[in-house]
């Protein structure tokens, strides 16, 4: 019998109890540990096995009775093979999307919400419900666009049935005065190009605001080099002498938002290609593992260590250090450590490279240099910390709008209506040469969907830590390290990036400067850096 059009409902599982591939009774509660049919929004079939049973004998009969009746068509692109728990999740209240008929409503509005926003690589949506209505934005490009409006009970009933009845690793149920983070990770809701949506909602004066973060599964813009990222010359030169190294600690620094993952993951397959990885996956001649919490990106040639099945933040860090302490024993090359957020992950990065191992990972600070001045607040060891045998590599970023080079403003034409202030910083910082310098057209055009935008560049700091640098740090003398840096090492500065990007074209002054703050072209002329 050949399964009809009609048949293949949007987002559902086509082997749960009343649908269309019901298993017979007898083998309903084995099956449905094992097998799972699955159609995705756009109602394509996706077959979902368990890797424990993939040569159980049901499975295998089920198999080629999916062939012969025209639903497995291709076993490389519908044939997924996963844990026990996703499968069992197919199958659970919140896998059934048609549960009821005005919860099956709001959910297939959510799924719609999603796959509209990952088609047009949206990175947040956010859901905020006031005391008169419920507005949707999406953020692209750093920059919430409205994209509609609804009545207030309409935002509630959204966020209410997602967090019941969609999303894992969370509370038993929707508490609408209390902040309360999920995931959804069931493939049902999502499209094909997400790893999943990480949840925040949050109660406010009048109402709740809801944020969901799309995990791509690739980065964004299909970016696979640093240069493609925005890194300039300079600092590929500097990376690519960090990376030479075979052990050691490269940390890069960035508040939320900054691309740190991006260049993880960039980083990362750049080592991975450099030894012999392919492009599927296979050939890679060292041994690359990550630790992540959560994972963003899949990484090419690297085996990933996620949290997963924690439902509590004490949960969740108690996975996480597991995870690491069983790293080293994994007989790894090179690690990536997602985050460093207390002293454990900071001293199993310190292990790491005190072992002789590569690694990579994140943290939180304003400029490169003050990754050191993190660390040791934090509580690890200053002779470790300070010791350019451990931390080889610093690097602070930032992401700035990419100004659509289509209808971009030239600052020249517009300069009688400009911000009179800026102006003036621009004209002391570049010797009153403003050619080259444009600005966002606020109504963009076409080509940018009327953004005035196209996307987002870094901009960096990099330091290759050295002896005398380290011990400038040890005897406290930071300034002159600081100077020693810029001078000697001839490090320049996240400023000094935006104010190159600027003189191109590529970004909006107006842009750099709420990015990095209206002083930094004090401090540029303090220290005499710019011609």
Known sequence: MAIQDKDLIPSTCLTASGQVLEFEKALQISMQEMLAVVTDPESNIDIYVSEDHQNNIQ????????????????????????????????????ASVYSNEETSHIQRDIINLIQTASSRKISDIHITINAANTVVQFRKFKILHHHREDLRNVGYDLIQTMYNYMTDVADPMFKSTEAQDAVINNPAYLTKNLNGVRVSIVPTTDGWNACLRLLYQTTRGEVNSLEQLGYNTRHLETIRKIKAK????????????????????????????????????????????????????????????????????????????????????????????GEIRDVISGKAAIKSAMSGHFCLTTIHTNDALGILDRLIEMGLEPANVLNPGVITGLVAQRLVPVLCQHCAIPLEDVIDHYNPARLERLRNTFQDDLSGIKVKNQEGCSHCEYLGITGVTVL???????????????????DEAYYYWRNELKGTTLMEHGLEKIKQGICDPKDVEAELDELFVEDLQKEGCVA
């Open 59 to 94: 499975v295998i009969t089920h198999l080629e009775k999916y062939r012969l009746m025209g639903i497995l068509e291709d076993d490389v692109k519908q044939l997924k093979y996963v844990d026990i728990k996703t499968i069992q999740s197919f199958y659970s209240q919140k």
């Open 460 to 478: 960096a700091e990099i330091v290759k830590t050295d002896r005398n640098l380290m011990r400038m740090y040890k005897e406290g003398k930071t």
């Open 246 to 337: 075979s052990s050691g600690i490269l940390i890069i620094s960035g508040p939320t938002g900054s691309g740190k993952s991006t260049t993880l993951k960039v980083t990362l397959e750049e080592i991975a290609k450099d030894n012999g990885c392919k492009d599927d996956g296979t050939g890679c001649e060292i041994n690359i593992m990550t630790v992540e919490d959560p994972s963003e990106y899949k990484i090419l040639g690297a085996k990933q260590l996620a949290v997963s099945g924690a439902e509590t933040d004490e949960e969740r860090m108690d996975q996480y250090h597991r995870y690491l302490k069983a790293l080293l024993r994994q007989d790894p090359d090179v690690i990536m450590i």
